[in-house]
């Protein structure tokens, strides 16, 4: 995305409620530091009101990324320095393999390394600094606290435990994020906070595994974006802890899920990624009801099919029930559909219309195949 299109979506995100934006990685390129920086002054300011007072909107942290050296995290404090409430986030690898096949540095070297860089952060005037140990989900396990005390206490303020390439199960990365809650010196000053990658498709499941487990900072995109299969999805984070909040501890979110819709479409629109028809939430097949035996139950009691409200998300959608009419089994639902039929097109329909209706509908479902319940 262009500066100009990243600034367009960070004003999205804040009115969507998001806590913290990761707005780009500054060393990157000299453009995302402009991006970033655009970002922390326009974005991480509350605006000016009518009479000159600050407007009272919700004004999220602005945080840029970097690796574990001074040229990385100089680059992030310029970026994020003109926000009201600035974080550095920088990480290192701590898996074995990363280690020794990427960094080629010791154990001892990389907890050296991020010791010097978070203090290094502080030092600059950040009082937020983020720590990551990248492919934490590989880690040996008492490596892992020992580095997270050490960053601690060099002035960390949040533990972002990454399951880098997606290979935890949901136990799994509960347990892991349960036992560095456990197990971490100082852990009670840091904040612990996920990050979950798709490669099986399990980003969400582990995400909230990690919420329960004791995380309260959740790292995750819109429509899932990101490397290779993409992040945890924002929406479905969301939704879940909105819809099951009672088997979740009673979790909850800042965020207005009325925003979701239109965040996930300007997303799509600005980036060019756009989401598989059947992609939960915000897919286009999300609240579409083809199966005759859905349409049945739709045309009862919406929620013998649905268990979020399309209002919930901000959708409006054709119909008030979800009807893909060129899909409709006509022998499962014919009576249901006649009778609900005013409501959907706002008019009477007589018996002999509504045959003649019924005959197309056989026919398309002849020519083209009927649907699946």
């Known amino acids: 995305m262009t500066s100009a299109q990243k600034l367009v979506v960070a004003r999205q995100l804040a009115r969507l409620g998001v806590d913290i934006i990761e707005a780009g990685f500054p060393a990157s390129s000299p453009d995302d530091l402009d991006a970033v920086r655009s970002i922390a002054i326009e974005v991480g300011n509350p605006a000016p009101g009518p009479a000159g007072e600050e407007d009272a909107v919700h004004v999220p942290v602005i945080c840029g990324l970097s690796r574990c050296n001074r040229k990385d995290i100089d680059a992030a404090w310029e970026a994020v320095r003109h926000a009201r409430r600035p974080r550095i986030h920088t990480f290192i690898a701590t898996s074995d393999i990363h280690m020794q096949h990427k960094l080629r540095k010791t154990p001892d070297q990389v907890v050296a390394i991020a010791r010097e860089m978070v203090a290094y952060a502080r030092s600059l005037g950040c009082t937020d600094v983020e720590f990551s140990p990248e492919d934490a989900g590989r880690s040996n396990r008492e490596f892992l606290y020992h580095i997270l005390g050490e960053v601690i206490k060099a002035g960390a303020t949040t533990l972002n435990i990454p399951d880098t390439v997606g290979y935890n199960l949901p136990y799994e990365f509960g347990k892991l994020i349960a036992d560095i809650k456990a197990n971490t010196p100082g852990i009670e000053k840091a904040i612990i906070s996920t990050h979950c990658q798709n490669d099986l498709g399990l980003a969400t499941a582990n995400t909230l595994a990690g919420a329960r487990a004791g995380a309260r900072q959740l790292e995750v995109t819109i429509n899932g974006i990101g490397e290779r299969a993409g992040n945890a999805s924002l929406e479905e984070v969301v939704m879940a802890i909105k819809c099951r909040r009672e088997l979740l501890d009673g979790l909850y979110t800042g965020i207005d899920s009325r925003h979701i819709t239109l965040t996930s479409k300007m997303v799509q629109e600005h980036s060019g990624l756009h989401v598989q028809p059947h992609k939960a939430i915000v897919g286009a097949n999300a609240f579409a009801h083809e199966s005759g035996i859905h349409q049945d139950g739709m045309l009862k009691y919406k929620g013998?099919?649905?268990?979020?409200?399309?209002?919930?998300?901000?959708?409006?959608?054709?119909?008030?029930?979800?009807?893909?009419?060129?899909?409709?089994?006509?022998?499962?639902?014919?009576?249901?559909?006649?009778?609900?039929?005013?409501?959907?097109?706002?008019?009477?329909?007589?018996?002999?219309?509504?045959?003649?209706?019924?005959?197309?509908?056989?026919?398309?479902?002849?020519?083209?195949?009927?649907?699946?319940?």
């Open 304 to 373: 013998t099919y649905e268990i979020i409200s399309p209002d919930d998300i901000g959708l409006t959608r054709a119909n008030e029930f979800g009807i893909v009419l060129g899909k409709l089994r006509y022998h499962a639902t014919h009576l249901s559909l006649f009778t609900s039929l005013p409501h959907i097109f706002y008019y009477d329909v007589s018996l002999g219309d509504f045959s003649h209706l019924r005959f197309l509908i056989q026919c398309s479902c002849s020519n083209k195949g009927a649907s699946n319940a």
